[in-house]
């Protein structure tokens, strides 16, 4: 897949490979991305995560950070960063010249910022981000900032892919490397005071994930976390911290699993994020011990938890699928950030509105088998709860189903006719659950469809021809026509032949025995015609059984068949003293074999429903149950 190239990058990275990949994998997706630009616009399939900013080829947007509700900035590996006074709903660019190749960014305040560059230095801000002064780290690290943190505007933190964390006293000028193992690619860090902080990355180029501790600001540090290998990223591996205090905090490794630890870091328990095994999560953000965010770096789904991490929902983006999640930051329970390549989507969260306006049915008489249809309903919805019943608030029918965020539904059987049935949509989002105040259900009513019509009619030389169907015997016959409502218009054609003499002879012979001169190997329904001079006919049928075992088998007893005559289900009940083998077949008047199966003999008593002659016209039939010991035959008469 597209993503997968992005993702499986070697830790070895620079951003002009960046920009030729980018460019090709454009060139490759570009159909596709004007086609789901377009749908985007004419069907938008999520309400929470709305696009607020989309740049151009030339973005790569790695970072955001907000020091405040209304003011964020967002890196830009590929340009100049951006701003935003308003909480994220709209962007500018920053002129900066020298910020062209922007990683993390991190901000004490709204006056103190910091902007990890690719050229192995830090540009930092003490007046709002109106000028940036450069300040080196490195000279020999081959990797910028994976991630900036400041305590306060002199105590920071910043780790870099080559296995390096560094600190600094005083406001970023200066850094001093306060862990370095060249068999470690870092990744991610987190500090919650000026002594205990996290760093996390994997052992060698793509190995095993782990988390490393520390109590005293870096001097040493202790492995807490051992977890399976994470996939690499273009800035190495794919891991992502979140701490909210010295207890409590979260792990991430691009798996479907999160880790979370309450106790510091001496123990992990491990929940499933998504059943998706491709979903590679790879951001994390928390709010508090209960609400937080993470995203997915293939898929167009963010995930929310409302217990702490230990259950997840997925909340829809409608990102284009090869744009890769990089970052996300929330700045409460309604409103966030999260970074899309060279787009951003802005989280306007709230209670969902419960303001459903119903495109049909109608309220008047409707279909049998209706299409339930509303209106997308502005705001956070993350999916709709639909319930139908046979009175107001009822779920009888239908419900409470969770249709997503699909906004038809075509109900999967037929309802009953003239009767008044309730449709209840309520919306809902993740974090605040199911809306409220939706007020009556709606109603409608199925139509009466119409009565069935009867027509009686004879023949006496078949076939009988009716619309488009040929017969050749008398009897009942159903047509069920459909018609645009759902209604099955029923006609009832009983056909009788008059004056046709029907003769039904039995007759049993043995094994090479003749008949008329034939002889016969198995049992054959024979039917002679006879023309008679009103020119009718005499029919005579004779039915041969040709007799292979004259005794019927002896383990078996209590033969019955019922109900006879037949309407829809046959039921042969016995009971045999063996276990055995058996042939159950059944023949129309013709001698036509209709049905076989073979019959597993238990020992004791024996069922088995025969339901297929349900769907045979009115006639006569004929049954044999044959058995190594014997055979019962007989006849059966559907009416």
């Not at 997968?4 to 960046?18: T, Y």
């Not at 000279?139 to 964390?165: C, H, M, W």
């Not at 039917?527 to 040709?546: F, K, M, P, R, W």
């Amino acid at each position: 897949m597209i993503c997968l190239e992005v993702i499986l990058l070697p830790g070895f990275w620079c951003l002009w490979h960046l920009q030729k990949l980018k460019q090709q994998i454009m060139i490759r997706v570009n159909l596709f991305f004007i086609f789901n630009l377009l749908l985007s616009s004419i069907n938008l399939q999520s309400q929470c995560w709305q696009t607020v900013f989309s740049g151009n080829e030339e973005m790569f947007l790695n970072d955001v950070f907000f020091p405040s509700d209304s003011i964020g900035w967002v890196s830009n590996g590929l340009g100049e960063i951006l701003h935003t006074a308003d909480g994220g709903q709209s962007w500018n660019m920053v002129e900066e010249e020298e910020l062209d190749k922007a990683y993390s960014i991190f901000f004490w305040g709204e006056q103190y910022g910091w902007v990890g560059h690719s050229s192995r230095t830090i540009f930092k801000t003490s007046d709002s981000g109106q000028s940036w002064t450069e300040y080196p780290f490195s000279t020999d690290d081959q990797s910028p900032p994976r991630k900036i943190e400041f305590l306060n505007p002199d105590t920071g933190y910043l780790v870099t892919n080559y296995a390096r964390v560094y600190r600094s006293i005083d406001g970023g000028e200066s850094w001093d490397i306060i862990f370095e193992n060249e068999e470690w690619e870092l990744a991610a860090l987190d500090f919650v005071n000026g002594l205990e902080g996290w760093v996390a990355g994997s052992i060698s180029q793509g190995g095993p994930t782990r988390v490393l501790h520390t109590t005293n600001a870096g001097a040493t540090w202790e492995e807490q976390l051992a977890a399976p290998a994470s996939g690499l990223g273009p800035f190495g591996p794919n891991v992502d911290l979140h701490f909210l205090n010295d207890q409590t905090g979260w792990f991430v490794n691009l798996s479907n699993t999160i880790f979370k630890t309450e106790n510091g870091g001496e123990s992990w328990d491990e929940y499933l994020i998504t059943q998706n095994e491709n979903a590679f999560c790879r951001r994390i953000f928390f709010l508090n011990d209960s609400i937080g965010w993470a995203t997915s770096t293939l898929s167009k789904s963010i995930f929310v938890s409302t217990n702490g991490g230990e259950t997840w929902n997925n909340q829809s983006t409608d990102a284009p699928f090869y744009m890769a999640n990089s970052s996300i930051f929330m700045t409460g329970i309604n409103h966030g950030v999260s970074l899309y390549w060279n787009i951003i989507k802005h989280y306007q969260g709230g209670p969902a509105n419960c303001n459903i306006q119903l495109i049909s049915p109608s309220s008047t008489t409707t279909a049998l088998q209706p299409e339930i249809k509303w209106q997308k309903v502005p705001g956070c919805v993350d999916g709709y709860r639909l319930s139908v019943g046979l009175i107001p608030g009822g779920t009888e029918i239908i419900g409470p189903l969770d249709v997503g965020l699909d906004t038809s539904y075509l109900m999967p059987f037929a309802l009953l006719e003239d009767m008044d049935y309730y449709i209840s949509i309520v919306p809902y989002n993740h974090v605040h659950g199911l809306a409220t105040t939706c007020g009556e259900p709606f109603a409608f009513t199925s139509i009466t469809c119409p009565p069935t019509t009867l027509v009686d009619t004879s023949f006496c030389d078949p076939p009988f021809v009716w619309v488009d169907t040929s017969f050749e015997e008398a009897g009942t016959y159903l047509f069920e026509y459909l018609t645009s409502l759902g209604c099955d218009s029923v006609v009832v054609l009983a056909l009788s032949q008059e004056d046709d003499i029907y003769t039904h002879i039995d007759t049993a012979l043995t094994v090479g025995q003749p008949y008329n001169g034939i002889v016969y190997e198995s049992d054959t329904l024979l039917t002679e015609v006879y023309a008679a001079n009103n020119g009718c006919d005499s029919i005579v049928q004779v039915q041969l059984t040709i007799i292979t075992e004259v005794r019927e088998p002896a383990f078996i007893s209590q033969w019955q068949v019922f109900p006879n005559p037949v309407s829809s289900e046959l039921w042969f009940h016995f009971f045999s003293r063996i276990a055995s083998s058996a042939t159950l077949v059944i023949y129309d008047a013709q001698g036509r074999e209709l049905f076989a199966t073979e019959l597993l003999v238990q020992v004791g008593a024996n069922k088995y429903l025969v339901e297929a002659i349900r769907d045979w016209p009115v006639g006569l039939y004929w049954y044999r149950l044959g058995t190594r010991g014997g055979s019962l035959s007989g006849k059966v008469l559907k009416e």
